[in-house]
């Protein structure tokens, strides 16, 4: 995954909040596929709240970042009451990734973010996916794991 993210030249710890998020609720590839879900819809989150923070800096000056993470955080409840989906590390994984990232606010940051979080996300599934079907080689029929 590192090496991945080097070769392309994208922000390698981006890759690894992938990774992470798609451990943060359940680790089948169904819960995996609702968290980069969430992930993703998170970093939209982001980037509007973060474009707003940059229209209200001349306003607002030092209050323009809590505000926008206020709506921010309004923004991911709404999301969990809307969809039932309440998967709050998630959401609050992509929107501090693109507050972190300080990337410009635009649809191209957005998507090169979401590429990342994919391949991150990709290779947690991958790990996982090997570690289950490495877990079911030492079983035999019986269901006795062996070590």
């Given at each position: 995954?590192?090496?991945?993210?080097?070769?392309?030249?994208?922000?390698?710890?981006?890759?690894?909040?992938?990774?992470?998020?798609?451990?943060?609720?359940?680790?089948?590839?169904?819960?995996?596929?609702?968290?980069?879900?969430?992930?993703?819809t998170g970093l939209g989150i982001g980037i509007v709240a973060e474009s707003l923070m940059?229209?209200?800096?001349?306003?607002?000056?030092?209050?323009?970042?809590?505000?926008?993470?206020?709506?921010?955080?309004?923004?991911?409840?709404?999301?969990?009451?809307?969809?039932g989906i309440r998967n709050w590390p998630s959401y609050l994984i992509g929107v501090a990734?693109?507050?972190?990232?300080?990337?410009?606010?635009?649809?191209?940051?957005?998507?090169?973010?979401?590429?990342?979080?994919?391949?991150?996300?990709?290779?947690?599934?991958?790990?996982?996916?090997?570690?289950?079907?490495?877990?079911?080689?030492?079983?035999?029929?019986?269901?006795?794991?062996?070590?």
């Open positions: 995954m590192v090496a991945l993210s080097l070769a392309s030249g994208l922000p390698t710890w981006v890759a690894l909040a992938g990774w992470l998020s798609y451990h943060t609720r359940g680790t089948s590839l169904r819960d995996g596929f609702y968290n980069l879900a969430c992930l993703v940059f229209k209200w800096q001349a306003d607002l000056r030092f209050w323009a970042l809590p505000v926008a993470l206020v709506l921010a955080t309004c923004g991911i409840w709404l999301m969990n009451f809307v969809t990734i693109v507050f972190i990232a300080a990337m410009e606010a635009s649809i191209s940051s957005y998507l090169t973010l979401t590429a990342v979080v994919a391949m991150g996300a990709a290779v947690g599934a991958l790990l996982d996916l090997t570690r289950r079907s490495i877990s079911v080689r030492f079983r035999d029929e019986s269901g006795t794991e062996y070590r």
